[in-house]
Each structure stands twice: as C-alpha cells, then as structure tokens.
C-alpha cells in the first residue's frame, strides 16, 4: 500500500501533478478540497467543529479505500502550521494502524506562474482560488514554507514543470 501526500498553497498544481501520479500507478485519489466543501455546506467554513468534521471525511475515506486494499492513494492538501496539525496527528495515527510509510512531497512554484495558474480557465466554475488578488491575501495570510513535522518532505518547484514531468520527478523520489 502506498501513500503519497502532496501538499502546498492552492493554485500550485498539486490535484493535476497527484491525478497524473495516480494515473501512472494505478492508485487512487483524494484531494482534500472534497472535503472542504463538504464541510463548508454542512458545518460552515471557520464555524466550531468544521476541522473535526473535515479530519473525519478524510480518515473515513482512507479507511475505506485502505480495507479496499487498492494499491496506493494520493491525497493533496493544504498544510499550514499550527492549523493543519490536528489534522496530521489523525493521519499519522491511521498510517501507524495500518502500518503504512508514506512519502511527503511539498509543491511550489514560483509567484508569477502562480498566477498564471490560478487565473486560468481550467479553475473557471469552482471553488478554487482564480484572481491574483486573492492569491495574493491568501498567500499573506498563511505561511506554506513549513514542511510537516516529523517527515522527510520531498520539495518539488515545478514552475518550469508540467504536470507529467512533475509526477515523473515525484516518482524518482517516493519509496516503493
């Protein structure tokens, strides 16, 4: 069983780069953005219990997909520290049931291309990040430079990168 989390700010590739690293290797995937619009239409985003609720979609879904015994999966994320960490605690307590090494890649890319990801049209109808000056708010807001405490985090700047080159750079670093 293999699994792969991809995390950094929105708009960097991490969903399309984790569709085409599923692809190649026949695994599944699960990008947290499901998640969070779950959670936003039952809890509401930032009201009392949406992490819980959220960290609660997730796990289930990785146990099923776990007791499924499908042979990898691929979840991307948006990990900012402190926020994020209850989240990861209830990760990492899964992989440890399970006894599950997982690879850790943190995806960035450079400000201008950034924006030129996020305004694009294939972000056009969703929920997503799609101006440069929300971008911007967002990425004033939360610091995604930290890497996940406790984990050997693979860093990939994909700016001059599409998205198989990325995935096959990716694949060069996970344990098999």
């Given at each position: 069983?293999k699994?792969?989390m991809i995390?950094g700010?929105?708009?960097?590739?991490?969903?399309?780069?984790?569709r085409?690293?599923a692809?190649?290797?026949?695994w599944n995937i699960?990008?947290q953005?499901l998640?969070?619009?779950?959670s936003?239409?039952v809890?509401?985003?930032g009201n009392n219990?949406?992490?819980?609720?959220?960290r609660?979609?997730?796990l289930d879904?990785?146990?099923?997909?776990?007791?499924?015994?499908v042979s990898?999966?691929?979840f991307?994320?948006?990990?900012?520290s402190p926020?994020?960490n209850?989240?990861?605690?209830g990760?990492f307590a899964?992989?440890?049931?399970?006894?599950?090494?997982?690879?850790?890649i943190?995806?960035?890319?450079?400000f201008?291309?950034?924006?030129?990801?996020?305004?694009?049209?294939?972000?056009?109808?969703?929920?997503?990040?799609?101006s440069?000056?929300?971008?911007?708010?967002y990425?004033n807001?939360?610091?995604?430079s930290?890497?996940?405490?406790?984990v050997?985090?693979f860093?990939l700047?994909?700016?001059e990168?599409?998205?198989q080159?990325?995935?096959?750079?990716?694949?060069?670093h996970?344990v098999t």
């Amino acid at each position: 069983m293999k699994f792969v989390m991809i995390y950094g700010p929105s708009g960097v590739g991490k969903e399309s780069v984790g569709r085409e690293l599923a692809r190649r290797n026949s695994w599944n995937i699960f990008p947290q953005h499901l998640a969070f619009d779950i959670s936003c239409a039952v809890v509401g985003f930032g009201n009392n219990g949406f992490e819980k609720y959220q960290r609660n979609i997730c796990l289930d879904a990785f146990r099923a997909l776990i007791e499924k015994n499908v042979s990898g999966i691929v979840f991307t994320f948006c990990y900012v520290s402190p926020a994020s960490n209850y989240f990861i605690d209830g990760l990492f307590a899964l992989l440890k049931e399970f006894e599950i090494k997982a690879d850790f890649i943190r995806l960035s890319c450079d400000f201008d291309k950034h924006v030129l990801r996020v305004t694009s049209e294939k972000r056009k109808n969703t929920n997503k990040i799609q101006s440069k000056e929300y971008l911007e708010d967002y990425l004033n807001r939360f610091d995604f430079s930290v890497d996940i405490a406790g984990v050997e985090t693979f860093h990939l700047n994909n700016t001059e990168l599409n998205i198989q080159e990325s995935a096959a750079e990716i694949e060069k670093h996970i344990v098999t």
